[in-house]
């Protein structure tokens, strides 16, 4: 079965980085094939009592300038790779801004690391892969 448009989810993770070989892979199976690699990042909260206290503006230019870089390393590996994808950077929540761009886009799989750079967030919260594969609308393939 090939793919039209592929959305692979990317922070690079070692995880992450399976998952864009894997998405590379499937992608030169057919001429025809778009491949959109998307890094989600969002900029951190910190919780008060009932409201959220404001967080420095230098921390947030630091979480997207870190963004930034996740994302030039996806596109040189795309480019090692002789791809002609695109590379997006979005701000939002991981797991549901994936899953919004995937929809919005036309993408007929999403492709996605089993383990990405939550820690303990993740443990406690839910994994974002298992929340895109919970809630998609089209085929996920999640890479060990």
Same mark, same amino acid.
């Given at each position: 079965m090939?793919? /039209?448009?592929?959305?692979?989810?990317y922070?690079?993770?070692?995880a992450? /980085?399976?998952?864009l070989?894997?998405?590379?892979?499937l992608a030169?199976?057919?001429?025809? *094939?778009e491949?959109?690699v998307?890094?989600v990042?969002?900029?951190?909260?910190?919780?008060v009592a009932e409201g959220?206290a404001?967080?420095p503006?230098?921390? /947030?230019?630091?979480y997207?300038n870190l963004?930034?870089? *996740?994302a030039d390393?996806?596109e040189?590996r795309?480019k090692e790779?002789g791809?002609?994808?695109?590379?997006?950077l $979005?701000?939002?929540?991981a797991?549901? *801004?994936?899953?919004?761009y995937a929809g919005? /886009?036309?993408a007929?799989?999403?492709?996605?690391?089993?383990?990405?750079?939550?820690?303990?967030?993740e443990f $406690?919260?839910?994994?974002v892969s298992?929340?895109?594969v919970?809630?998609?609308?089209?085929p996920v393939?999640? $890479?060990?």
């Amino acid at each position: 079965m090939l793919f /039209n448009k592929i959305v692979a989810a990317y922070d690079g993770s070692k995880a992450a /980085n399976k998952a864009l070989d894997k998405a590379i892979e499937l992608a030169k199976l057919s001429a025809d *094939t778009e491949l959109i690699v998307l890094h989600v990042y969002d900029f951190p909260r910190f919780y008060v009592a009932e409201g959220y206290a404001p967080v420095p503006a230098s921390m /947030n230019q630091d979480y997207f300038n870190l963004a930034s870089k *996740t994302a030039d390393e996806a596109e040189n590996r795309l480019k090692e790779a002789g791809l002609s994808a695109k590379m997006e950077l $979005v701000q939002g929540p991981a797991a549901e *801004t994936i899953l919004e761009y995937a929809g919005k /886009n036309g993408a007929d799989l999403i492709v996605i690391g089993s383990r990405g750079l939550g820690g303990i967030r993740e443990f $406690v919260l839910g994994s974002v892969s298992h929340n895109v594969v919970q809630h998609a609308q089209i085929p996920v393939l999640v $890479v060990k």
